[in-house]
């Protein structure tokens, strides 16, 4: 189960050509369905729960320059501007034991402009998405062995 709260103040869910209502539509989509999909890996009866209080999307969005304001808003990726996304976590075993858990717990990937692949344009929030993957295999099913 995953929530998402105060999304309202979530430190960068700015849009470059959406809405900021479609854009964490679109992020909380994308990263309920990736973690609906780790936690298929975990053993029978384990249960992992979430609770995101804050994102900060990979890039930052450069407004359009005053001498061309026709142009549209871009999300520019930079090293400086790397995906985090604060969460507080439990997961329990069968028996309902907390086997791991985090507070306001922020995972980040500070180097994720060295994972450039050709799918990452074709994957909405890539960068979010793999960041999210990467740490659900190392920190949570890596607890179940």
């Known amino acids: 189960k ?7 103040e979530y430190s960068d869910i700015q849009p470059s050509t959406e809405t900021k209502k479609s854009t964490l ?8 369905s990736t973690y609906i999909d780790m936690a298929k890996q ?36 930079t090293n400086n501007y790397y995906p985090a996304i604060t969460l507080s976590y439990t997961l329990t075993d069968a028996e309902g034991k907390i086997v791991l858990d985090g507070k306001n717990y922020i995972i980040r990937d500070l180097d994720y402009l060295s994972n450039i692949t050709s799918v990452s ?16 295999q190392k920190t949570v099913i890596a607890a179940t062995n």
């Open 42 to 77: 975990l053993p029978v009866g384990y249960s992992f729960t979430a609770e995101i209080t804050n994102v900060d999307l990979a890039g930052q969005v450069n407004p359009p320059q005053l001498i061309r304001p026709a142009l549209m808003t871009t999300r520019v990726l």
């Open 121 to 136: 344009s074709s994957i909405p929030y890539f960068y979010e998405v793999t960041m999210v993957r990467n740490w659900f």
């Open 2 to 8: 995953i929530t998402w709260t105060n999304a309202a």
């Open 25 to 32: 539509a679109g992020l909380q989509k994308a990263i309920d």
